[in-house]
T-cell receptor, first 114, second 117 residues
């Protein structure tokens, strides 16, 4: 079936450190890939997305590239800030047998220390 | 810009009680869905709807009912609450590809934190 696997957290970094959160997926067809972010006490917000192979999504200094050959969509940021502390979810939709359903990974908590 | 509105934000129920979690969106999205969020398990799909009058089961539908009488509203009903239903519930909505929108990004409500004792 369709699924998303993320690295387990928490990930703890110092301010201005480089961030990578790994995400790999299993899906039939050509899904769209997403990163959502959840700040404490809030709902999920779309951070970035990519709809086809080799697309790069970017927003607020975060980037992720849709790699079909490795079925990956790793999230990166060159210099994290304390305000980036949140839970990050990788997700996919549009897999052949899942229509519009968003399928989420388990989430990765990021803690950024001053 | 109301977006997706969920009520209530917090609720405590006794085992066996029933209740309805409300979800409303004002973006004319055809697709609406309910998720539950539990520690270490991400978000799991409970039920979803691709338009008024159409609903279907997700990954974890047992113990929950839904209906979609209008495009705007998608309530989630717990008929007989159990401690295993203690969770944070999120409603989400999006355009479907058939609506011709440039993006099918999902918008989420703020969540309902439910405790069943």
């Amino acid at each position: 079936g369709n699924s998303v696997t993320q690295m387990e957290g928490p990930v703890t970094l110092s301010e201005e450190a480089f961030l990578t959160i790994n995400c790999t997926y299993t899906a039939t067809g050509y899904p769209s890939l997403f990163w959502y972010v959840q700040y404490p006490g809030e709902g999920l917000q779309l951070l970035l997305k990519a709809t086809k192979a080799d697309d790069k999504g970017s927003n607020k200094g975060f980037e992720a590239t849709y790699r079909k050959e490795t079925t990956s969509f790793h999230l990166e940021k060159g210099s994290v800030q304390v305000s980036d502390s949140a839970v990050y979810f990788c997700a996919l939709s549009g897999a052949r047998d899942s229509s519009y359903k968003l399928i989420f990974g388990s989430g990765t908590r990021l803690l950024v220390r001053p | 810009n109301a977006g997706v509105t969920q009520t209530p934000k917090f609720q405590v129920l006794k085992t066996g009680q029933s209740m309805t979690l409300q979800c409303a969106q004002d973006m004319n999205h055809e697709y609406m869905s309910w998720y539950r969020q539990d520690p270490g398990m991400g978000l799991r799909l409970i039920h979803y709807s691709v338009g008024a009058g159409i609903t279907d089961q997700g990954e974890v539908p047992n113990g929950y009912n839904v209906s979609r009488s209008t495009t705007e509203d998608f309530p989630l009903r717990l008929l007989s609450a159990a401690p295993s239903q203690t969770s944070v519930y999120f409603c989400a909505s999006s355009y479907t590809p058939g609506q011709g929108a440039s993006s099918t990004e999902a918008f989420f409500g703020q969540g309902t934190r439910l405790t069943v004792v």
